[in-house]
């Protein structure tokens, strides 16, 4: 038995290795198919650079998709067999040809523009490129050869290049009106309508009927409506209509670098960096050297406070581009800016609170739409004025920061401030809890309960208020505060009076015997102090009789010539009178 399993265990690990031993073959065997491919096609296109492509007629992705073999390797070897036997033929043919190259300038000329169009043809631009100029050195007076190479240009996307070249050919040949419709379209890839005009104008005259006449003709009047939108609204501080405007003319003109730069600048203005950025980083992509673009990159690192490294880029932008009027105005801004702020808080610090003032608001009035330096800024305002006890104007300004800047926990937190020291504990209470939402830490969660405590006292009598004492007043002081109220208030002081003023003097008796009723005992003190609700002293304060509390003062004579005369009908609650002598 023993014996039969380990048998079939043997005969278990020979099965294992065996398919293993196939699976990675079929991996080396695909390894080396595609590295066999990858030289086969790299050689096929080194060799067509100099061949006219006419003689050679080999669709390479016949023999290179293993898809259509259906998987059989040896299908696929037979057919690379084939390949390598055609590129043998390019080879030899390669050779022939050298044999026959012409030695006359503008045969060889021609020669090197046909074997460009054939790489031309099949996609293979950079590797046109060369052919093309080569033909230009040739025979520099061909304005054929400059249109053929603008087209390669336009198929890379250098536009600038490409509309030199079709000037250059227009020039030479002023009849040549493939190079005025080459101008049209790097025109309008250019954002340059103007020359888009001239040459469409051009074109009309050399050829009224041509077919691409009316749809390049919509597409300059489209950017021209455009741009002259965007101007209006760019004036107007309106950018989210710019950027509108400008990706309308995205639409027609979709790699024009004017248009991108100007939404990109209308994204930072709106505070909308990130995506401002991605445009900027795709221009700097193709173009490290794009100066606008390091100006709109600067203005980001503007507008979210980094003042010295937004600097350091309009600097550059200036040594590229030294007539730059946007980087230039941005720099003497940010410079000025970053002075003015300094110069605030040296004030502040040496307590010229005023002179701190002046300086935090100079640094304001240099540029509204940089949100976040002047929510700093507007707090800092509001810090001083703080120290000034000009409350309302550090509210107003602290305001102001947080509609510049909604996650300024600072500034949440000096308004809640100033509003717990104005009594105003409802407002309080609001931005202490906000703040709890951006910052839930043990002091923030404090400040809400100390603010909440406040606001509830404030919605009970206040009682040392009422009889017009501190809170840390004395039992002494209390009890002359109260007799000298409740002489005030007494009804029988306000027997002709209105009625109305009756009503409201009895009610101010009846508070400052309130008072004094908790006021004078200890126990029913420390728990107002303490801020517990009113009807915590229900039971206490309807035991409180006003006219009681008076005559224990007073008794039936003051002592002083005054007669007290307490009975049923005396028009207070409890009933008496009271007679001056």
């Not at 060799?47 to 080999?58: A, E, F, L, Q």
């Not at 003190?525 to 002293?537: C, L, N, P, T, V």
């Not at 309807?542 to 006219?547: C, E, G, K, R, V």
Request: with cysteine.
């Amino acid at each position: 038995m023993l014996s039969f399993v380990l048998f079939n265990l043997k005969f278990f690990k020979l099965i294992v290795t065996i398919w293993l031993l196939i699976f990675f073959h079929k991996i080396l065997n695909a390894i080396f198919e595609q590295k066999h491919e990858k030289e086969l096609r790299e050689g096929a296109i080194v060799r067509m650079t100099d061949v006219n492509k006419r003689h050679c007629d080999v669709d390479l992705t016949l023999y290179f998709t293993r898809r259509r073999s259906g998987g059989n390797s040896r299908l696929f070897r037979k057919k690379m067999v084939d390949v390598t036997k055609d590129v043998d033929d390019l080879k030899m043919e390669l050779d022939e040809q050298q044999e026959i190259i012409p030695t006359n300038p503008e045969q060889l000329a021609e020669l090197k523009k046909e074997n460009g169009n054939q790489l031309f043809k099949i996609k293979q631009y950079r590797s046109a490129l060369p052919l093309y100029s080569e033909a230009i050195e040739l025979c520099p007076e061909t304005a054929a050869y400059y249109g053929n190479r603008a087209a390669c240009y336009i198929m890379l996307n250098n536009y600038q290049e490409a509309l030199s070249d079709s000037r250059k050919a227009v020039q030479l040949d002023n009849s040549f009106i493939k190079g005025y419709q080459r101008i049209v379209k790097c025109s309008i890839a250019l954002g340059d309508t103007m020359t888009a005009d001239q040459a469409m104008a051009k074109i009309v005259e050399l050829d009224p009927t041509n077919a691409s006449l009316n749809h390049d003709q919509r597409v300059i009047d489209i950017l021209k409506q455009y741009e002259q939108e965007s101007t209006k609204a760019y004036d107007k501080k309106d950018f989210r209509k710019v950027i509108y405007c400008m990706d309308r003319c995205l639409d027609q003109a979709p790699t024009c670098v004017q248009y991108k730069v100007k939404k990109a600048e209308c994204l930072a203005f709106l505070g909308r960096y990130q995506e401002a950025q991605e445009m900027v980083n795709s221009m700097l992509h193709i173009d490290k050297g794009n100066a606008d673009a390091i100006y709109i990159r600067g203005i980001c690192l503007f507008y979210e406070d980094n003042i010295d490294s937004a600097v350091n880029h309009f600097q550059q932008v200036l040594r590229l581009a030294p007539d730059h009027k946007h980087a230039m105005g941005s720099y003497k801004r940010a410079k000025l800016l970053k002075r003015k702020k300094e110069e605030g808080n040296e004030a502040y610090k040496s307590c010229k609170f005023q002179e701190a003032i002046n300086l935090y608001t100079e640094a304001l009035s240099i540029d509204p739409l940089n949100k976040k330096t002047n929510a700093k800024l507007y707090f800092n305002r509001a810090t001083v004025l703080a120290r000034l006890v000009k409350l309302q104007d550090a509210v107003k300004d602290c305001t102001s920061a947080l509609q510049l800047d909604e996650t300024y926990l600072k500034a949440l937190l000096r308004r809640a401030k100033c509003h717990t020291d104005l009594g105003d504990y409802e407002e309080a209470v609001r931005d202490y809890e906000k703040a709890c939402k951006m910052d839930k830490n043990r002091e923030t969660r404090k400040l809400l309960q100390d603010a909440k405590l406040a606001l509830k006292k404030s919605k009970r009598k206040d009682y040392y208020k009422i009889l017009g004492v501190e809170r840390s007043a004395t039992d002494d002081e209390i009890k002359k505060a109260y007799r000298k109220r409740a002489l005030v208030h007494h009804p029988d002081r306000h027997a002709n009076a209105s009625d109305a003023e009756k009503k409201e003097q009895e009610k101010k008796f009846k508070e400052v015997g309130e008072a004094y009723g908790i006021l004078s005992d200890p126990r029913k003190k420390a728990r107002y102090d303490s801020g517990q609700d009113m009807e915590d002293f229900d039971s206490g304060m309807h035991d409180i009789d006003p006219s009681q509390v008076f005559q224990s003062f007073f008794g039936g004579s003051s002592g002083h010539g005054s007669e007290f005369n307490f009975s049923s009908g005396g028009g207070f609650p409890g009933g008496f009178t009271f007679q001056f002598g």
